[in-house]
């Protein structure tokens, strides 16, 4: 007893003290105890001495200490160090490894998992038969205390004995589930069974059990392993995230049955996370899929399985209806459902949903209401357990209608297992996707092409038109996806671009199209007059993204695609034999179109007289009921979509019309009578030529205000009534 004495006192002099909040400890810089001494069986150690608990602990060294009360009764408790340089590490994973903090119950979740999974598997291969509580059955179980602010995790799984609680628990970024791999790796190649296991474990960084430092400022692991020969007795490991942990035996008076149990007590400002409603949301958001029921509070919170993993063939249609109510938080069925596995290039589990109405009414008829752009809603999972939620890269942006989930376990992940790390292969996953989506839309287009049309189509026919004005890798296959009425079809009914090619005659190499506010604006437009007397067919277009989809796509199948107020149309022979015959016969009214002189005298009087408005004038032979067009303008859809964000910009000032280029009518009356007044009313002429302009203008859609003609139609109308009275 003396030499023991004499040894503690000759310790306490030479150390150095470290003080912690919870304990005061000395230590002792390389002093060397001999067991002779000291009565204690070992060599040189490094030693603490605590004050409070008049204990002696070895960094990696149990020993025995003695209580002054009791001193031949052991208690075995041990204080050592973090194998790591522990205080920059876990400063990382506390303060900055992790975007959100409640991230810390996913990771605590996973580790849970894995142990149950690490436990299922050695129990399948019958390698251990000498399991503890063989009749708890596998489970995790949260339970929150908001009287003592803490939260508890328990797993009825794998557990761990002394020696794991010290290299993967004492030593950060070292991870227990990745050397389980690793060694079922080594059992296959050796002929062992295994691998199968490891597609259900989700860790391999070694550092998500430390997020619990994030919320808590004390941290309690107890455990208790599965099997007899590793460990009889439960151990608790418990640390405040400093600098050291302790492991001891755990007190009878807790109860601990196979498998772990980690308690967080958890700072003042994390006490939200003893609250039951919150933590009910954060495991529902993150790990509402994993393998295993988890229970908060005596309550089963997973009852919807993870049925993008499992083969299409196996679920049923109310299974994948409760799933996709569930994920889009919706109350509608489905319109269309994509259940898609592969294993090449990358192995790839996804379940996509087309909901049966979308929110995005950017661009909708009049009468219906928006609710503005919408968000991605695919969320990015791995091994079934949330990574991002509503993740932006894993498909285009014109997809976002889209809800579902994608599930690969080929995605390296960051350390924080927040993001994927390879953006290489996020590309080839977001290729292989998109791909099977169109692929999809294709066979269901070709398949069942009414309900396409009236369900699909009529729903969700924007977001094709921005795929195909964004994604130029698509723009090919999506536009074989794109509907439109023509002027040779009925009045709604509505043709594929191949479908209008098939109609065409073989010597045609265009595609016409117009843009128009209506189907009844497009037939009256003059500049569907030259083709229907050459009999083509003109696709209508009534929105500026239409539009904007012609101008992007610029051919279809080798074809170009042209605007029917284009100038200079080559519409073939039978327009020009057309205009031969009403050159030879008049107009049919007994009036004999202009010359050629005259004509080309009334282009340069019109230029003249509108030459702030007029760049150029010339003949056409392309209209028949109409006197003037004006030709190669900019889009009337697509200047009014400029105006208004020029107008929400505050400067829709500078949106002014440049001079346009008209093409006149020459055998028209209304061109050939002002041809005869020009010189007689000069003033009559010109208020007459400004009209024709505007009308010009109306025609195009390019005209910004109508009530900019008021005036002038007053006196027109004036000198119609005043002729009629003098009659």
Avoid at 44 to 52: Q, T
Avoid at 136 to 163: A, H, L, W, Y
Wanted: aromatic fraction near 8%.
């Amino acid at each position: 007893m003396m030499l023991r004495s004499a040894a503690r006192n000759m310790i306490s002099r030479q150390s150095r003290c470290v003080r912690s909040t919870r304990s005061i400890s000395c230590m002792n810089k390389d002093l060397s105890i001999t067991a002779k001494k000291a009565g204690i069986n070992g060599g040189p150690v490094n030693a603490y001495f605590c004050s409070s608990q008049q204990s002696i602990r070895f960094r990696d060294v149990s020993i025995r200490s003695f209580s002054s009360d009791t001193e031949d009764k052991e208690v075995n408790k041990e204080s050592l160090e973090f194998k790591a340089e522990t205080r920059q590490l876990l400063d990382i994973v506390t303060n900055s490894l992790y975007t959100e903090k409640e991230i810390f119950l996913r990771e605590l979740i996973s580790n849970a998992s894995d142990a149950l999974e690490k436990l299922r598997h050695m129990q399948s291969i019958a390698q251990e038969v000498d399991c503890q509580d063989p009749e708890v059955p596998p489970e995790i179980r949260i339970e929150t205390d908001e009287v003592n602010g803490t939260i508890s995790i328990s797993d009825t799984g794998i557990g761990m004995n002394r020696k794991e609680m010290i290299d993967h628990l004492g030593t950060i970024a070292s991870s227990g589930s990745k050397a389980f791999i690793s060694e079922l790796a080594l059992k296959h190649e050796d002929g062992g069974d295994g691998l199968d296991a490891s597609r259900g474990i989700i860790g391999k960084f070694g550092v998500g059990f430390y997020s619990a430092f994030m919320v808590g400022d004390k941290v309690e692991f107890r455990s208790k392993p599965a099997f007899i020969k590793d460990q009889a007795v439960p151990l608790i490991w418990s640390s405040d995230g400093i600098g050291s942990y302790d492991i001891s035996p755990l007190s009878d008076e807790i109860r601990q049955n196979r498998g772990s149990t980690l308690v967080i007590h958890l700072k003042d400002d994390q006490l939200e996370y003893a609250d039951e409603k919150r933590v009910e949301a954060v495991l529902k958001k993150y790990s509402n899929f994993v393998n295993f029921p988890i229970y908060l509070n005596g309550t089963r919170l997973n009852t919807i399985n993870a049925i993008w993993a499992d083969d299409p063939k196996t679920v049923t249609d109310e299974e994948y209806s409760e799933f996709y109510k569930y994920i889009a938080n919706a109350f509608d069925e489905p319109l269309e459902r994509l259940h898609y596995r592969a294993d090449a290039p990358l192995d790839i589990k996804a379940l996509f949903f087309i909901p049966s109405f979308h929110s995005e009414k950017i661009f909708a008829p009049r009468g219906q209401y928006g609710m503005g752009r919408m968000e991605p809603s695919v969320s990015l999972y791995s091994r079934k357990v949330l990574i991002e939620a509503k993740s932006p890269n894993i498909l285009p942006e014109w997809m976002r209608f889209m809800k579902g989930v994608v599930d690969s376990e080929d995605l390296p992940l960051s350390v924080s297992r927040e993001k994927a790390q390879d953006s290489a292969l996020i590309g080839k996953l977001r290729k292989a996707l998109t791909r099977k989506f169109i692929n999809h839309m294709t066979a269901m287009a070709r398949k069942d092409p009414e309900r396409y049309k009236e369900e699909f189509y009529k729903e969700y026919g924007f977001f094709l038109k921005e795929g195909v004005c964004q994604d130029y890798e698509y723009q090919e296959p999506l536009s074989k996806l794109l509907y439109y009425e023509t002027s040779k079809t009925m009045n709604g009914e509505i043709s594929s671009l191949e479908e209008y090619l098939s109609r065409c005659t073989p010597d045609q190499k265009e595609i016409y199209y117009l843009c128009a506010p209506s189907r009844e604006l497009a037939i009256q437009s003059p500049y569907l007059e030259a083709f229907e007397k050459a009999g083509k067919e003109v696709i209508f277009v009534y929105s500026a993204i239409d539009d904007f989809v012609m101008a992007n796509l610029e051919k279809f199948q080798g074809r170009k695609i042209i605007s029917a107020e284009k100038g200079d149309l080559d519409l073939g022979d039978k327009n020009e034999k057309a205009e031969e015959e009403e050159s030879e016969t008049g107009d049919g009214q007994g009036k004999k179109r202009l010359d050629q002189k005259e004509a080309d005298e009334f282009c340069a009087w019109f230029q003249v007289t509108l030459n702030d408005k007029v760049s150029s004038c010339k003949v056409t032979n392309r209209l028949a009921s109409s006197p003037a067009v004006v030709t190669d303008n900019e889009s009337g859809a697509m200047r009014r979509m400029m105006q208004l964000v020029e107008t929400q910009e505050g400067g829709a000032d500078g949106m002014k019309l440049p001079k346009q280029q008209v093409e006149i009518n020459s055998k028209h009356p209304m061109i050939a009578g002002l041809y005869a007044i020009r010189e007689k009313e000069p003033e009559l002429a010109k208020v007459l030529a400004e009209q024709i302009f505007d009308n010009c203008l109306i025609a195009a859609g390019l005209l910004d205000d109508g009530r900019s003609m008021l005036g002038r139609l007053n006196d027109i109308l004036l000198c119609v009534v005043k002729d009629a009275e003098s009659k």
